[in-house]
């Protein structure tokens, strides 16, 4: 089946600090892919959706300047946190679909970032 | 009212039971209705794909649309130690691309 691949899984950073987490479709392409962020106990917010070769779509609230996205290819996403503080220690999870408008998505195993 | 609510939680469970998992929704827009399995410190791996209303089978697992209701749910039957984790359900408009997430339900399911 398909397979989204998610580095690191953790990490923990200095504030102030910029931390970039890749995301890969490991055995299809794909022209969207997803960034949601979960806090503890709660579900999936979608973060902003990452388009291959044009910029990313960002949900209302989402900072642009501090979560940058680049979908450099058709197998990767990179999400980089910016100048990071302990309120962005969160998990960040990445999902992709392996063809477009069928409503099955995949997701990696996610990165939990933690600033401190 | 948020898109998606799902019944209170967390489950406590034993081994061999029926779970029913609930959600329901205010969006009559949402057209695609998933079922996501989390384990603890994991991504979300799908469990249930459906678009209309009815019931889908895979094994244990029996997902249930009711869109005149708003209302889906998630059954699982002979209930494992295995199945322990948070399950999630997720609705999307059509053609949309974005999901849209319930809270999730943490279900322990006790041998």
């Known amino acids: 089946g398909a397979v989204v691949s998610q580095h690191p899984s953790r990490v923990i950073c200095k504030s102030g600090t910029s931390v970039k987490i890749e995301c890969r479709s490991l055995d299809f392409q794909a022209t969207t892919m997803f960034w949601y962020r979960q806090f503890p106990k709660q579900s999936l917010m979608l973060m902003a959706t990452?388009?291959?070769?044009?910029?990313?779509?960002?949900e209302q609230g989402v900072e642009k300047d501090k979560f940058l996205i680049n979908h450099a290819s058709l197998t990767l996403s990179t999400l980089t946190v910016t100048s990071a503080h302990p309120e962005d220690s969160s998990f960040y999870i990445c999902?992709?679909?392996?063809?477009?408008?069928?409503?099955?998505?995949?997701f990696g195993e996610g990165s939990r970032l933690t600033v401190l | 009212q948020k898109e998606v609510e799902r019944d209170p939680g967390p489950l406590s469970v034993p081994e061999g039971a029926i779970v029913s998992l609930n959600c329901t929704y205010s969006n009559s827009a949402f057209q695609y209705f998933m079922w996501y399995r989390q384990y603890s410190r994991k991504g979300p791996e799908l469990l249930m794909y459906?678009?209309?209303?009815g019931n889908k089978e895979d094994g244990r697992f029996t997902a249930q649309v009711d869109k005149s209701s708003k209302y889906i749910s998630l059954f699982i039957r002979d209930s494992q130690p295995s199945d322990s984790a948070t399950y999630l359900c997720?609705?999307?408009?059509?053609?949309?691309?974005?999901?849209?997430f319930g809270k999730g339900t943490k279900l322990t399911v006790n041998p």
């Open positions: 990452s388009n291959e070769g044009s910029k990313a779509t960002y």
């Open positions: 997720a609705m999307e408009e059509g053609g949309s691309e974005k999901l849209v």
């Open positions: 999902s992709a679909r392996r063809t477009a408008n069928t409503g099955e998505l995949f």
């Open positions: 459906t678009y209309s209303s």
